[in-house]
């Protein structure tokens, strides 16, 4: 069974950076796509970012290039580097992947 733990939110202002963590606990990391959603207040959820086993990156349109997914075969975890946050950004951010499974969330909050 995968479970997924997300880390590395928190607050910062707009133009400010975070990078968030997702640890695998499981089986078979390597084979799984995994992903990065978001949903903000009265929002719904929404993908922000995709990385498949072999690496290859997608991105929602609206990560414009700040973003940058990646993941860590020898760790079981996938990142996502967040630069240039706007408060549009705020929003808790799951990790998802190994079967459908999520993470719990972590708050991200950009405010000035």
């Known amino acids: 069974q995968v479970q997924l733990v997300e880390s590395g939110g928190g607050s910062v202002q707009p133009g400010g950076s975070l990078r968030l963590s997702c640890k695998f606990s499981?089986?078979?990391?390597?084979?799984?796509?995994m992903n990065w959603y978001r949903q903000g207040p009265g929002k719904q959820r929404e993908l922000v970012a995709e990385?498949?086993?072999?690496?290859?990156?997608y991105y929602g349109n609206f990560v414009k290039g700040r973003f940058s997914i990646s993941r860590d075969h020898a760790k079981n975890e996938v990142y996502l580097d967040m630069n240039s946050l706007e408060p549009e950004d705020t929003a808790v951010y799951y990790c998802?992947?190994?079967?459908?499974?999520w993470g719990q969330g972590t708050q991200v909050t950009v405010s000035s």
């Open positions: 998802h992947g190994g079967s459908n499974s």
């Open positions: 499981g089986s078979n990391f390597e084979r799984y796509t």
């Open positions: 990385v498949s086993s072999g690496g290859r990156a």
